[in-house]
C-alpha cells in the first residue's frame, strides 16, 4: 500500500465516521422533553465544518493521486464517489431573490433586453408580451417573416459546416416564431453552481431558457430548456460563438401546467458533472467541460409561454 493510497484511506474513514457520530449522537439524545430551541434564531453552520474540512482534504490527495498514478485508476474513482456524496462544493451565496420587494430593478439588479416584466404580488416574475407582438425581436424593432428559400439554404450551408457545434452533438430545434421576452442579471457566478428555481406555469405553449452565462452578448453558456406540453420536456445545452448544441434530454413528457409551484434544480460540480432535479425527482445527470471560467451572470428567456419565477437562490463554490 502506497503513503498516498494509506493517507487517502484514512481521511475517507474519518470522513465517514464523522458522519456516522454526528446522525448517532443527534438519535441518542431522545429524551421525554426534548430541549426548546428558538425557532428564529439564525442556523449555525459551524457543525458542517469539520465534515468539509476532511472531503476538501480527501479531494486534494485524490486529485495529487490522480498527477502521480499513485494508485489503481479505478480505486480513485471510487473514491472520487464517495467524497462526493458527503462534499457540498456549492458553499457560497451568490443570488437570492424571491421579488417579495415588488421591484426586479435593484438588488439584484434584473435587466429586461425583449418583452416585458413585471412583479406580480404574491407570485413573483412574470414575462408578457405586447398583444400585437407575433415574432422574436429584432434589433430594429420589427417582426421578420421567414423566407422558405432562405431558411433551406441556411439549414445546407450549416449541414455542410458540421452544425456550428462543438462536441457533434445534434442542434436542438426551436420555433422562432414565438415572442420573447428576456431578462437577465450581472452576477459572478463560480464555474461549480447550485441553481434552485421555484416557477409556475400558465400556459400551455411556448418553452422557457434559464442558464448562466459568459460574456457581456450573454450568447454563450449552459442552457435549461422547458418545452411546455412536449417530448423531450427537458433539455440540457451549452451554446458557443459555433452555435448550440445538446448535452442531455428528458424524454418523458413532464408537465407544470396545473399552476402550482414547481422546483428546479441544476448542480454542476467541480468535475463538470450536472444533475438536473424537478420536484426533487432527478431527470437528467451528465458531464460536460466547455466553460472552464467562471459565468458572468443569469438570464432567463420566456420564448412565448405564461411564467412565473417566484423564487431563485444560485450558490457557487470556493
Given at each position: 500500500m502506497?503513503?498516498?493510497?494509506?493517507?487517502?484511506?484514512?481521511?475517507?474513514?474519518?470522513?465517514?465516521?464523522?458522519?456516522?457520530?454526528?446522525?448517532?449522537?443527534?438519535?441518542?439524545?431522545?429524551?421525554?422533553?426534548?430541549?426548546?430551541?428558538?425557532?428564529?434564531?439564525?442556523?449555525?453552520?459551524?457543525?458542517?465544518?469539520?465534515?468539509?474540512?476532511?472531503?476538501?482534504?480527501?479531494?486534494?490527495?485524490?486529485?495529487?493521486?490522480?498527477?502521480?498514478?499513485?494508485?489503481?485508476?479505478?480505486?480513485?474513482?471510487?473514491?472520487?464517489?464517495?467524497?462526493?456524496r458527503?462534499?457540498?462544493?456549492?458553499?457560497?451565496?451568490?443570488?437570492?431573490?424571491?421579488?417579495?420587494?415588488?421591484?426586479?430593478?435593484?438588488?439584484?439588479?434584473?435587466?429586461?433586453?425583449?418583452?416585458?416584466?413585471?412583479?406580480?404580488?404574491?407570485?413573483?416574475?412574470?414575462?408578457?408580451?405586447?398583444?400585437?407582438?407575433?415574432?422574436?425581436?429584432?434589433?430594429?424593432?420589427?417582426?421578420?417573416?421567414?423566407?422558405?428559400?432562405?431558411?433551406?439554404?441556411?439549414?445546407?450551408?450549416?449541414?455542410?459546416?458540421?452544425?456550428?457545434?462543438?462536441?457533434?452533438?445534434?442542434?436542438?430545434?426551436?420555433?422562432?416564431?414565438?415572442?420573447?421576452?428576456?431578462?437577465?442579471?450581472?452576477?459572478?457566478?463560480?464555474?461549480?453552481?447550485s441553481?434552485?428555481?421555484?416557477?409556475t406555469?400558465?400556459?400551455?405553449?411556448?418553452?422557457?431558457?434559464?442558464?448562466?452565462?459568459?460574456?457581456?452578448?450573454?450568447?454563450?453558456?449552459?442552457?435549461?430548456?422547458?418545452?411546455?406540453?412536449?417530448?423531450?420536456?427537458?433539455?440540457?445545452?451549452?451554446?458557443?460563438?459555433?452555435?448550440?448544441?445538446?448535452?442531455?434530454?428528458?424524454?418523458?413528457?413532464?408537465?407544470?401546467?396545473?399552476?402550482?409551484?414547481?422546483?428546479?434544480?441544476?448542480?454542476?460540480?467541480?468535475?463538470?458533472e450536472?444533475?438536473?432535479?424537478?420536484?426533487?425527482?432527478?431527470?437528467?445527470k451528465?458531464?460536460?467541460?466547455?466553460?472552464?471560467?467562471?459565468?458572468?451572470?443569469?438570464?432567463?428567456?420566456?420564448?412565448?409561454?405564461?411564467?412565473?419565477?417566484?423564487?431563485?437562490?444560485?450558490?457557487?463554490?470556493?
Amino acid at each position: 500500500m502506497t503513503q498516498y493510497t494509506y493517507r487517502i484511506m484514512t481521511i475517507a474513514a474519518a470522513a465517514i465516521l464523522a458522519s456516522a457520530v454526528s446522525v448517532s449522537v443527534v438519535q441518542a439524545q431522545t429524551t421525554t422533553y426534548p430541549s426548546w430551541t428558538n425557532p428564529n434564531a439564525p442556523q449555525s453552520t459551524t457543525a458542517n465544518k469539520p465534515n468539509e474540512e476532511l472531503v476538501d482534504e480527501l479531494n486534494k490527495l485524490i486529485s495529487q493521486a490522480e498527477r502521480d498514478r499513485a494508485a489503481s485508476p479505478q480505486f480513485l474513482r471510487d473514491l472520487r464517489d464517495l467524497a462526493r456524496r458527503y462534499d457540498n462544493p456549492w458553499r457560497v451565496s451568490l443570488l437570492k431573490d424571491d421579488f417579495s420587494d415588488g421591484d426586479f430593478t435593484q438588488n439584484p439588479v434584473w435587466k429586461v433586453t425583449k418583452g416585458q416584466y413585471r412583479i406580480e404580488r404574491n407570485f413573483g416574475l412574470r414575462g408578457f408580451f405586447d398583444s400585437t407582438s407575433t415574432s422574436t425581436n429584432s434589433s430594429s424593432g420589427g417582426s421578420q417573416k421567414a423566407d422558405p428559400a432562405a431558411q433551406l439554404l441556411g439549414a445546407i450551408l450549416n449541414q455542410a459546416l458540421g452544425g456550428g457545434q462543438s462536441g457533434g452533438s445534434s442542434q436542438s430545434p426551436q420555433n422562432t416564431s414565438l415572442p420573447v421576452a428576456a431578462i437577465h442579471t450581472a452576477k459572478n457566478i463560480t464555474n461549480a453552481f447550485s441553481i434552485n428555481l421555484e416557477l409556475t406555469s400558465w400556459k400551455n405553449e411556448g418553452f422557457l431558457e434559464i442558464g448562466p452565462y459568459q460574456g457581456g452578448n450573454r450568447e454563450a453558456g449552459y442552457r435549461l430548456r422547458y418545452h411546455t406540453g412536449k417530448n423531450p420536456s427537458f433539455e440540457l445545452l451549452r451554446v458557443s460563438s459555433r452555435g448550440s448544441g445538446i448535452i442531455d434530454t428528458h424524454n418523458a413528457a413532464i408537465s407544470l401546467e396545473d399552476k402550482k409551484t414547481h422546483a428546479i434544480s441544476w448542480t454542476r460540480d467541480q468535475f463538470g458533472e450536472m444533475r438536473i432535479s424537478v420536484d426533487g425527482k432527478q431527470i437528467m445527470k451528465s458531464t460536460d467541460q466547455s466553460f472552464r471560467n467562471a459565468f458572468d451572470g443569469f438570464a432567463v428567456n420566456n420564448h412565448g409561454g405564461d411564467y412565473i419565477i417566484s423564487r431563485i437562490i444560485i450558490d457557487g463554490a470556493k
